[in-house]
Each structure stands twice: as structure tokens, then as C-alpha cells.
């Protein structure tokens, strides 16, 4: 592969989720842990208060 859109659909550069279910279905992780813990996350703003929403286009 010889461009970037190459060797960001090379399957070792691939977004997988798997981890996170697989810890999920696996109850590796505690569900009431991981949403409080995403509650907390502070949502980004820009300098006057709006929201900044992202969008990740990625297939």
C-alpha cells in the first residue's frame, strides 16, 4: 500500500469494537461502572457554550 486511504482500509488498520462487547458479553465489565463513568465526561464546547457534535465518517 503506497497511500494513506490504502493502508487506512488494510484490515490491520481496521476500527474494531470487538473488545468492548466481548468484555461486555463476557461481564468483564461493570455496566453501572462504565455508564457512570461516561456520564461524567464532559461534553466539548466551543468558547461561547454551544456543543461541538463530531461525526466519525469512517467505513
Do not use: F, W, Y
Not at 462487547?21 to 461524567?40: K, P, V, Y
Amino acid at each position: 500500500m503506497k497511500t494513506l486511504v490504502g493502508l487506512a482500509l488494510a484490515p490491520e488498520h481496521r476500527r474494531e469494537h470487538s473488545a468492548l462487547h466481548g468484555g461486555l458479553n463476557r461481564d468483564l465489565i461493570e455496566i453501572g461502572r462504565l455508564r457512570r463513568s461516561l456520564a461524567g465526561v464532559s461534553l466539548p464546547r466551543a468558547a461561547d457554550g454551544r456543543l461541538v457534535p463530531a461525526v466519525d465518517v469512517s467505513h
